[in-house]
């Protein structure tokens, strides 16, 4: 036992030695316990919340809904921004760009926008707690729990080994998704009156299909060209799109292409 527990601390400890010494001291980062508890209490707050609230009433939360999804939109916003115009300033390379670890100004921002976008996937674990509180359980699917869930190791792992580099194009991409998905929840939020005016969000699963594709695209390329970016994080990423591409695609088929051929 006493060897079995050596043994995990040794590895803890070469997780936290070997990572990006300038974001160490940022919230979240140093270590993968806190964010490991942050997952375990997500999976707990998905087994019992909707227990807790079975024989209750939904919540009306419509107030809090629009709030939270128009501040994910201000906070997309400005990470995409920071992303475009961070990588412009830098001349970033789309085909190759190694993590500059360096503590010069615009470095230390494509770090902190990366920060922000890895705490961003930690608010965004509220999503679901809105989803319990709400009782539209049918909203709980494994697509959303696995998307969520796996999304703030992914992108801890990014912050704390690579907050740069090839980093970014994923950053990019997502929060341009993001400015526009959070605007479509932010809208609905407002009421039923809003529908008319929501006709396109099949296209929206559709944009995060094409999100999928060019990071798949872009990271496969990495990962076979010579370039100064570490290949298991690339490797990580392609897989990872992988496992987003077929259940997106599940999903668009049974929400959409599946109810069309019902109607026929």
Not at 122 to 147: A, G, M, P
Not at 223 to 232: G, K, M, Q, R, S
């Amino acid at each position: 036992m006493d060897s079995a527990w050596q043994s995990v601390l040794s590895v803890h400890q070469r997780i936290v030695d070997n990572g990006d010494k300038r974001t160490d001291p940022w919230l979240l980062v140093y270590s993968p316990v806190p964010v490991t508890l942050i997952f375990l209490l997500y999976l707990f707050i998905i087994w019992a919340g909707p227990r807790l609230m079975k024989h209750r009433e939904p919540f009306e939360l419509k107030v809090v809904l629009i709030v939270y999804n128009f501040t994910m939109v201000g906070l997309s916003v400005y990470m995409c921004h920071e992303f475009l115009v961070t990588s412009w300033l830098l001349n970033y390379s789309l085909l190759c760009q190694p993590v500059d670890y360096s503590t010069s100004p615009l470095a230390m921002r494509m770090a902190r926008v990366c920060w922000w976008f890895f705490f961003s996937k930690v608010i965004e674990l509220s999503d679901t707690l809105l989803i319990i509180l709400r009782k539209k359980n049918n909203q709980l699917t494994f697509l959303h729990v696995y998307h969520h869930s796996t999304m703030i190791f992914n992108w801890w792992s990014g912050v704390k080994y690579v907050a740069g580099g090839q980093s970014f194009f994923v950053g990019l991409i997502n929060t341009f998704v993001h400015v526009i998905m959070y605007s479509y929840y932010g809208l609905a939020a407002l009421g039923p009156h809003m529908q008319k005016y929501l006709w396109w969000k099949r296209y929206l699963t559709s944009l995060q299909l094409v999100q999928f594709l060019l990071i798949l695209v872009h990271t496969a390329y990495n990962l076979f060209a010579d370039c100064n970016y570490p290949d298991a994080m690339n490797a990580v990423v392609v897989g990872y799109c992988i496992t987003l591409i077929i259940l997106f695609s599940n999903f668009y088929y049974q929400s959409y292409l599946r109810k069309t051929k019902k109607h026929k």
